[in-house]
């Protein structure tokens, strides 16, 4: 899987919107972006995932460059449940390639 | 949503013993199971892929008799921890693709603290 680049942590307020960015230069074009979310002491929780069209569900948005070379999760409101390490990876749709988690950015919210 | 449960939630075992951790799917069948490990502070590392019926893949570094693997159905696979040491002390995260290949789910974590 290609590599991804994302912040080691980064801080919001409570109810304020969030963009969590993630480079990933080399991503090859049949990789989908996949964002997925780890809260404390549980296992990671599927969040979103995109080709190259922005994507909207009802727990985050996805915009993608239009390069594909990076990529942005938006938070419209965050709370203090989104406290949490976010991961962005990189992987084709199907098949048995497995998701290879990097290190991620650990959100912190604050009331 | 799918569902993937794990059991035990947490077990502490003395130094030399054997540990299994179960894995299931519980409501969509999944052809491939994956192990991760997770230390503190640390991001997850993918430990092995099993494919029902076939014996694992490991990766690198992780001793295949140490750790045994079976996944004797679609929506069972279990990880054995054979002699446990304290360094085996971790989070053990499995994780289920459905049939269709496209999503991938999580379990929620097995801690084990070996004494």
């Known amino acids: 899987d290609a590599k991804t680049t994302q912040p080691n942590s980064m801080e919001s307020n409570e109810e304020e919107p969030v963009h969590l960015p993630c480079n990933h230069s080399t991503i090859s074009g049949t990789d989908y972006i996949h964002w997925y979310r780890q809260l404390p002491s549980q296992g990671p929780e599927y969040v979103i995932h995109?080709?190259?069209s922005n994507v909207n569900n009802r727990m985050a948005s996805l915009a993608i460059a239009e390069d594909r070379k990076s990529s942005t999760l938006i938070l419209h409101r965050a709370t203090l449940r989104d406290a949490a390490v976010y991961y962005c990876?990189?992987?084709?749709?199907?098949?048995?390639?497995?998701?290879?988690f990097g290190k991620g950015t650990r959100l912190s919210v604050i009331a | 949503g799918a569902v993937v449960s794990q059991h035990p939630s947490r077990v502490i075992c003395k130094s030399g013993t054997s540990v299994k951790i179960e894995c299931r799917s519980l409501d969509f069948q999944a052809t491939t199971m994956f192990w991760y490990r997770q230390f503190p502070k640390q991001s997850l590392m993918l430990m092995a892929t099993?494919?029902?019926?076939?014996?694992?893949?490991?990766e690198q570094g992780v001793e295949k008799d140490k750790f045994l693997i079976n996944h004797a159905s679609l929506t069972l696979s279990t990880l054995t921890v054979t002699s446990a040491h304290p360094e085996d002390s971790s989070f053990y995260i499995c994780?289920?693709?459905?049939?269709?290949?496209?999503?991938?789910?999580f379990g929620p974590g097995t801690r084990l603290l070996v004494l």
């Open positions: 995109g080709l190259t």
């Open positions: 994780s289920a693709r459905d049939l269709v290949g496209r999503a991938q789910y």
């Open positions: 099993s494919n029902e019926g076939s014996k694992a893949t490991y």
């Open positions: 990876i990189l992987r084709v749709l199907s098949g048995n390639t497995p998701l290879v």
